[in-house]
């Protein structure tokens, strides 16, 4: 079994932003990156798949400058196969073009499956798998918490807004992997001395015409902070009486 | 003047929230333009046109409507082709889709059959000369961007909850279409769908939310939380990550960045610290009040109101007075 995750580098979401002097980017200094968060959980999928069938390999793929190296690196350490980097100075914010670099080198790659993870922890869109999907004419499943495989057929479990869809797809596809579905295993120390030594690819990304771009950013407003804290349950008719005439929510 | 495309999602034969949310959005974006067409288009298992009438309320002009036994469910593909073969017939400046987990699946999928951009999960959107720009709040809504979209048709998806429908009363006309692909044919087939209780109310529409977090200290004192929310009456419960990973609740009731992200009139958020993965699923909360007993906790600083003090004697005193406010 063959499987493909794509994978991107996000910074981490705990740091505080900065505006960039461009007004259109975030202050690169302090920040940190990392694997986005769904991503692992995708990985984790495939390693398992591949070890429960017992042959196979698992492919990284990740569009981005030289930084992604290192993202790479650590699913590589997870116990990946080899890598991709989809080399572009910087990731774009229009899916379709991301799509269409990741399509270019997907296709025709002999891949049984295509695994993303549910969205990327920045920009929280989640079209690109799906996209990937469509130009490459394969079946597809979006934001997965369960999956079996099973003859060359697969069975997923979706989480909707109050329901829960069960969903039968052939291969090969292109599946989103929601998180919870496989807790990503930590790198050994035995794995991150053998990621140093795994085939890690470079070529350039075909992303082709951006329609979406970033205009600005900005820092939401903060909240102008509490109009009330009261101390324990002595505090709660006041509450209840500024919730009521202040608020208006009662 | 131009004219606006709007996908209203239906399930069980019944039109959601967010497809009323996606027309009057789609009404609002067409008046700014000085006025052009609305086209709404529905797909869903036969009797749902009658249902597809109401978007008139919202502002659309036309409702495309695709009834097939094989739409009870949603259809990924015939349900992209149907769609884009739609913006294909018409010329529409944009489409609105709603960012639920049906449309982050659909729009994506039409995105890539007609190659043109898509602006997701947005807050707020305008024509701006030959561009679109859209409101997207990014970084676990650390930060706000603004998106430029350039092309048509322009591709969005609207946060659920982002823009609250409103009214512009007119008479739809209801369209009869046919689907652009069999849904017979599809490879991927949704083989069972399994629907809460009718009488939860989704976290997605409901008015009020009440959460709890670890701060409850076992999943048998969600009572007290779930008694709030039935004091309250039209309250839906939601819970943090931790307690959702912990099996305390089931993890579609999980509010954050990496579950359900909701916009309520007012959100109670008891024994919740406020880690930054679960301030991104609800600081776009109009209102917002804390119980914790922690007063240096995150979740005060983006609280309107709060309560520092020991949950088990505030939430059943705050149930009580509400109950009481209710009925007074």
Same mark, same amino acid.
């Given at each position: ?25 975030? +202050?690169?200094? #302090?920040?940190? !990156? /990392?694997?986005?968060? =769904?991503?692992?959980? %995708?990985?984790?999928? *495939?390693?398992?798949? @591949? ?15 030289d ?17 991709v ?9 229009d ?9 270019? +080198?997907?296709? #025709?790659?002999? !891949? /049984?499956?295509?695994? =993303?993870?549910?969205? %990327?922890?920045?920009? *929280?869109s989640?079209a @690109? ?7 490459l004419?394969?079946p ?14 697969g069975?997923?479990r ?20 929601d998180?919870?579905i496989a807790?990503?295993?930590l ?12 085939p ?21 407003p903060?909240?102008?902070?509490p ?8 505090a ?10 202040e608020?208006?929510?009662l | ?16 929230k ?14 700014a ?12 298992p ?9 978007l008139g ?5 036309a409702?495309?409507?695709?009834e097939?036994?094989g739409?009870?469910?949603?259809a ?19 489409a609105?889709?709603?960012?639920s ?9 039409v ?10 999960d ?13 409101e997207?709040?990014?970084y ?12 048509t048709?322009?591709?969005v ?14 008479t739809?006309?209801?369209e ?21 209780a ?9 008015p ?5 977090g670890?701060?409850?200290?076992a ?14 009456g ?11 990973d ?5 993890a ?27 301030l ?14 922690d007063?240096?906790?995150?979740i005060f600083?983006?609280?309107d ?7 088990f ?16």
């Open positions: 079994m063959k499987i493909a995750v794509c994978i991107k580098r996000v910074p981490d979401m705990e740091l505080r932003f900065a505006i960039a002097s461009d007004r259109k980017s975030l +202050e690169q200094s #302090g920040l940190k !990156y /990392d694997m986005s968060d =769904f991503d692992g959980y %995708a990985l984790e999928v *495939a390693l398992r798949l @591949v070890e429960q069938q017992g042959s196979g390999e698992v492919v990284l793929v990740s569009l981005g400058p930084g992604v190296q290192e993202t790479l690196r650590k699913g590589l350490a997870m116990g990946a196969a080899r890598a980097q989809l080399k572009a100075d910087e990731v774009p914010v899916g379709l073009s991301v799509a269409r670099a990741l399509a270019a +080198e997907l296709g #025709g790659g002999g !891949y /049984d499956l295509i695994l =993303f993870g549910r969205m %990327a922890t920045d920009t *929280a989640g @690109v798998g799906p996209m990937v999907a469509e130009l004419g394969v597809c499943v979006t934001a997965i918490s369960h999956l079996d495989l099973a003859e060359g057929r069975t997923a979706r989480d909707l807004e109050g329901a829960v869809e069960t969903v039968q797809f052939p291969l090969p596809a292109v599946l989103s992997i998180e919870g807790r990503p295993r790198a050994t120390l035995k794995g991150i001395m053998a990621a140093k030594k795994k890690l690819e470079v070529k350039p990304a075909a992303l082709g015409e951006v329609r979406l771009t970033v205009e600005s950013m900005a820092l939401p903060e909240r102008s902070g109009k009330f804290v009261g101390d324990g349950p002595d709660v008719p006041e509450l209840v009486q500024r919730l009521r005439t608020a208006k929510v | 003047m131009a004219d606006m495309f709007a996908f209203a999602e239906a399930r069980g034969g019944e039109l959601r967010v497809a009323f949310e996606a027309v009057s959005a789609a009404r609002h974006a067409a008046d333009t000085g006025g052009g067409e609305v086209h709404a288009l529905v797909l869903g036969p009797g749902i046109a009658k249902a597809a009438e109401s309320r919202f502002g659309a002009d409702v495309q409507v695709v097939h036994p739409f009870e469910r949603y990924p593909e015939s349900f992209a082709a149907t769609a884009a073969e739609r913006l294909k017939a018409g010329s529409y400046r944009i609105v889709f709603p960012a987990v049906e449309g982050r699946d659909l729009a994506p999928r995105a890539a059959r007609l190659g043109v951009g898509l602006a997701s947005v807050i707020a959107f305008e024509v701006r000369g030959d561009a679109i720009l859209a997207h709040p990014a676990t809504g650390k930060v706000n961007v603004t998106l430029r979209l350039t092309g048709p322009a591709i998806s609207l946060r659920p909850g982002a823009i609250p429908p409103a009214e512009q009363p007119r739809a006309r209801v009869a279409v046919v689907p652009a692909a069999d849904p017979a044919a599809a490879r991927v087939v949704v083989t069972e769908l399994a629907q809460q009718a009488a939860k109310l989704d976290l997605g529409e409901a009020v939310i009440v959460s709890g670890r701060g409850l200290r999943a048998e004192h969600f009572k007290l939380v779930e008694d709030l929310a039935a004091a309250f039209n309250a839906a419960v939601g819970a943090t990550r931790a307690v959702t912990d099996g305390w609740r089931p579609s009731d999980q509010i954050g960045q990496t579950g359900r992200v909701v916009s309520p009139d007012l959100y109670v958020a008891v024994g919740i610290s406020g880690a930054i993965q679960h991104a699923g609800m600081r776009m909360a109009k209102t917002i009040v804390a119980i914790n007993k007063k240096d906790a995150p600083k983006v609280a109101y709060g309560i520092v003090g020991d949950l004697e505030v939430v059943p005193r705050l149930t009580e007075e509400v109950r009481k406010a209710r009925s007074g």
